[in-house]
Structure formats: C-alpha cells, structure tokens
C-alpha cells in the first residue's frame, strides 16, 4: 500500500508592512549606497535575489523608465558563477519603474563610475549592477548576509532577504493592483500562483470591496 506523502506544514508569510517600509527606506539613507540601491530596489520590483544579481547596465532604459529581467545569476559553491535564463518564460519579462527607483539607479551607477576610475586597470567590466570592488559579479551570499545584519541593528521585525519580494507583493495588492499585474511583475507562471501565495492580502481586499459595496448601495436605498 502506497503512503500518503507528509503534509508540508504551512508556514506563516513574513513580510513589512508600509509602516515598516518606509522606516527601513529611510534608515537605509545611512547605508553604503550599493546595499541601499539592492535593497531599495527588491522593495520597489519585487526581484528575487538571482535576478536581481543577474542585472546588467543594458537590462535598464532610463529613457522610458523601463526594467528587463532576462537572466538569474548564482554560485555553484563558493566560486563558481552560473548564470542562465529565468527558470520559466513568464521569468523574462519587463516592467516599469518609478521615478525615484530611476534616479537612485542613476546615482549609483555614477558612484560605480566613480570607483572604476579609481581601480583603474585592475577593473574587470561585467557590465553588471552590482559587483566586488573590482567588477566580478557580487557573491548573492553577500547581499543576504549583510541584510541580515541591517535587519539586526535596524530595530525592525525579523525579514530575510526574499521577505521583500513579499512585501512588494503585499503592498501593490493593498494599493488596489490588480492580480494579473501582480503576477506579471513577479514572475509568476500563472495568476493562480499568485492567488495561492498572496492569499492573505486578497482575502482583505476582498473584505474591503464586500464594504464598498454596501457602502454604495445604502446611499441608493
């Protein structure tokens, strides 16, 4: 007789609320403008940690403030970069990006500017967003381990690093995104994804709408 395969119990999402966000934004103000820029910018698009890594200077159009996602970059080991295409086709895609995630990409990549002058020769040209001091593209351990230690000293709840692609979700689902947006932004295979992992904050829209509704038709009455 075959056996019933384990229950995965369910684990509680952890992510910020908008409170929390714009505290953890506004601390960042004193951080390093590399960790400041990764951060803010998985708060802004809801990236996973590969993609984010995977970013080259040609994936931004300033012009048209768009964002490309086309590849996810991770370590095999502790030297190994293996870098590939999203793992799904829904994985490739573009989205738009604010003006103050524009201007913060634009300030970095002058302070990136900046230090290739400095290292001079020594500079290896990845192309990349975000690098060692010397341009090889930047370990993804080093953005989570050093996320861990803000969240430690930061005096906010405990959030990793894939926290904040909840967080994006949660708050663009709060502010009346529609899911099939939602779910194009983030990647998503299919909206029925997003339905089952963001099911917590549709449930609350869906009690704000019931509201609504009954807010309208008793001025009718």
């Not at 290739?116 to 090889?136: A, H, Q, S």
């Not at 381990?145 to 967080?167: C, E, N, Q």
């Not at 932004?185 to 019931?210: F, P, Q, V």
Request: net charge positive.
């Amino acid at each position: 007789m075959r056996a019933d395969p384990p229950k995965v119990p369910y684990k509680e999402m952890v992510y910020l609320n908008e409170v929390q966000v714009k505290e953890m934004l506004k601390l960042l103000s004193g951080e390093p403008i590399q960790y400041k820029t990764m951060i803010t910018l998985l708060v802004y698009t809801g990236l996973r940690r590969g993609e984010l890594c995977g970013l080259e200077w040609k994936d931004i159009d300033f012009d048209n403030q768009m964002l490309h996602v086309v590849r996810t970059s991770q370590y095999i080991g502790k030297r190994t970069m293996y870098t590939k295409e999203p793992k799904t086709k829904s994985g490739i895609r573009d989205f738009s990006l604010s003006t103050s995630a524009c201007q913060l990409l634009r300030d970095y990549q002058q302070w990136q500017n900046d230090q290739k002058e400095k290292v001079g020769d020594k500079w290896i040209e990845t192309d990349r967003l975000f690098t060692t001091w010397e341009g090889k593209p930047m370990h993804p351990d080093t953005i989570t381990d050093w996320f861990a230690k803000f969240i430690k000293r930061s005096g906010l709840p405990y959030v990793t690093l894939h926290s904040l692609r909840h967080t994006n979700a949660t708050l663009m689902i709060a502010e009346g995104t529609d899911v099939c947006t939602v779910s194009r932004r983030l990647g998503h295979a299919n909206t029925a994804t997003t339905l089952n992992i963001y099911a917590h904050a549709l449930r609350s829209k869906d009690t704000e709408a019931a509201d609504k509704l009954e807010s309208a038709l008793s001025l009718v009455v």
